[in-house]
């Protein structure tokens, strides 16, 4: 495919880059963490963000499911403008969401980190901007026009 200014080939759309990721990421993770907190302080009667099984069972359900649910979109790269679509530019299933969360997951945590350090060097890099997990499960994140 061939670059022309942001657009990938004639009629597609523009693929998100780090930096919109990278914001994506922040805002939901704040969110995710306010939120989760919330939870953990109404059933334990403490303020624990992470590290329970109740709150990291509805984290990865909510990485996995929401996207699948609201077409590729979680809070955060809902408000950033952005949203994971597969390669063919279908919407996101349960089997895509899985292999992205898990095994990309399970990739960096072997690597202690370096993979997902070489995956925001590809999503900056790359003309293509996806980084390993995408290439795991087939998919992209895409900049929504408005």
Known sequence: MERDNGK???GMEER???G???LAAILDFLIRGAVLTLMAWIVYGEFTVYGTNLTDILDLAYLIFVPVVWHGYVIGKRL???RIVKESGEN???GTMLLRVLAGGLI???TLGIAALVSAFMVGLREDRRAIHDFIAGTYVKKEAG
Do not use: C, E, K, S
């Open 8 to 10: 990938w080939g004639m």
């Open 20 to 22: 919109d990721r990278l």
């Open 92 to 94: 996101v299933t349960i």
């Open 108 to 110: 960096y945590a072997l």
């Open 80 to 82: 950033v403008g952005i």
């Open 16 to 18: 998100a880059g780090f």
